[in-house]
């Protein structure tokens, strides 16, 4: 009798932490998914997208939904201008993931290669994935012009459980 007892336990184990595998597995999937959305939206200049997957305090702490419109556009104006074009991105698994409060974080990898006149410059970067416990929705703050010491400007519930990773500079690949 012990020994069925012990199987059992040793299934209710096996069981739970199965399925805790498969919901980590299924939130970096929907992470990486919300990340790929962004990107997307930003290869096609879909501006309605990308105000979808920006994190909200962040659109309301730039004046709303057509201020945030009206800089995404001078944005990409700026970059055209300066011959500067988005033409691929990689995006890889989370780094790091923490719940902190009511939210999770998450810091995800991002690789972009853009065209620039006379080469290619492929940047090694970071996004933060951001969701509430009442949403499934992730949201994307890009990390660019953030370090440990202004991200809770942005980011309010940061708790400083994650570090961002160092920033790389960009490499630039010349034409041949």
Same mark, same amino acid.
């Given at each position: 009798m012990l020994k069925h007892k012990n199987i059992l336990l040793l299934l209710v184990i096996l069981v739970s932490f199965s399925f805790e595998i498969s919901a980590q597995? %299924?939130?970096?999937? =929907?992470?990486?998914e919300a990340a790929q959305a962004y990107f997307n939206a930003k290869l096609c200049n879909d501006y309605e997208t990308l105000l979808g997957y920006t994190y909200p305090d962040v659109v309301e702490k730039a004046g709303g939904p057509e201020n945030v419109k009206k800089a995404?556009?001078?944005? %990409? =104006?700026? %970059?055209? @201008? @300066?011959?500067?074009l988005l033409q691929q991105y990689k995006i890889k698994p989370p780094l790091q993931l923490t719940k902190t409060g009511e939210e999770t974080h998450a810091i995800v990898p991002v690789t972009t290669i853009s065209k620039v006149p006379g080469g290619i410059v492929t940047t090694d970067a970071h996004i933060i994935a951001v969701r509430s416990e009442d949403n499934s929705r992730w949201y994307i703050i890009e990390t660019t012009s953030l370090d440990d010491g202004n991200i809770s400007k942005v980011l309010a519930s940061w708790d400083n459980s994650m570090m961002l990773p160092f920033k790389k500079a960009p490499i630039f690949k010349e034409d041949k």
């Open positions: 597995t %299924q939130v970096e999937i =929907d992470i990486q995404l556009v001078l944005i %990409q =104006d700026t %970059q055209i @201008k @300066k011959g500067m």
